[in-house]
């Protein structure tokens, strides 16, 4: 029981010049970040590493700055200011070999920041709704500290950790983080219904957060035997589990087993999966390794981007010079994808902005990020509809992309594009 302490207590295992790794997405340990940021004023040089995470960063403030310095693996809306600001950077690295650079000591690690389920009769807790790099984390770091939450789901796979590799446990009663889902677009759920189309029966899917996915998985109601190997997944899956829909019967790896590394949703997803076998949460770097996705034959990636050019390279983590998010697992899985036995790699996007400006561009933005080359590019869905580049030349890409554009920008797109070749 001496193992139990405060918040405050707890991050005093934290020293200036340390490098500290906080769990990611809902799990983010909130009340243990706002503690050490409480500290700012004992603390010198603390690098705080993370993927994407939700709540409050106030380690993220600028004014911090000397105190604290953001390591983005995956660009949170909480951190993205840090970058212009200056206390923070950015490491590109696919979502697969991010525990590798724990487990080699690239990135040698002093703390971690976990939050857990309370431990079992056995002493066993659970990382619960993410676990990602975490377990790499754990096993790399010199401390661990634990925000104890009996509002954690229990999950199966390898978050499962003992009491005795962590070294401080704090005690909380708070909602993890959720997103409700969102009503879909007439847009969206055009580009979902072309998404679905491509989905055989006894496919394997991958899939994202947001209105694209969940309007595809609208769409696959009268769909047999689906299974779900996937970096995340949210609530639009539920539905297709409880109808058996998606049972993973015909999956390659982890057969029976819904397959993801973490999740975020609403409160009936966390609910869904809490003590539920058929969900298995594992590191990424088995979710996410190429050669575990492509024994799923007719595996499905489907992913978004920012901008896609015409001749298929995607962009999906920066706008122009800002980076925007980052790598995450795209490139995992549209490789795996693309080497399974009857797989297809798609890319889902709007044809256009919020704003009304193309997404299907002549050219790439300047200082615009390629995270999936054109060789690498299978299909483009957009509301008008598929564009299917595999084995296709640079001109026959280029038609075949401009006619997924948005109909009141193709001739421009073009003339720009033919333009741009010939100057």
Known sequence: MSKYVTAAEAVQIVKSNNRVYIQAAAATPTILTKALAERAGELKNVEVCHLHTEGEAAYANPELSESFHVNSFFIGKNVRH?????????????????????????????????????????????????????????????????????????????????????????EVDVPIYAHEPVAITEQEAKIGKYVASLIEDESTLQMGIGSIPNAALANLTNHKNLGLHTEMFSDGVIDLIEKDVINCNYKGTVRGRALATFLIGSKRLYDFVDDNPFIEMRESSFVNDTAAIRKNKKMVAINSAIEVDLTGQVCADSIGCRMYSGVGGQ??????ASLSEGGKAI???????????????????????????????????????????????????ATSLINVAHPDHREAIERDYFNGFRS
């Open 82 to 170: 840090t970058l212009s600001a200056g206390n923070g950077s950015y490491t590109p690295v696919f979502l697969s070999e991010l525990p590798r650079l724990f487990r080699k000591q690239v990135l040698p690690l002093d703390v971690a920041f976990i939050h857990v389920s309370p431990p079992d009769g056995h002493g066993y807790c659970s990382l619960g709704v993410s676990v990602e790099a975490t377990i790499a984390a754990i096993e790399n770091s010199k401390y661990v500290v634990a925000q104890v939450n009996p509002q954690m789901p229990r999950t199966f796979g390898d978050g499962i950790i003992h009491i005795s590799e962590i070294d401080y446990l704090v």
């Open 347 to 397: 890319i889902a996007l709007p044809s256009v902005t919020k704003k009304g400006a193309n997404r299907i561009v002549p050219f790439l933005k300047q200082g615009a990020g390629v995270v999936t080359t054109r060789s690498h590019v299978q299909y483009i869905v957009t509301e008008y509809g598929i564009a299917d580049l595999y084995g296709k030349t640079l001109k026959e890409r």
């Open 331 to 336: 490139m995992d899985f549209i490789r795996g």
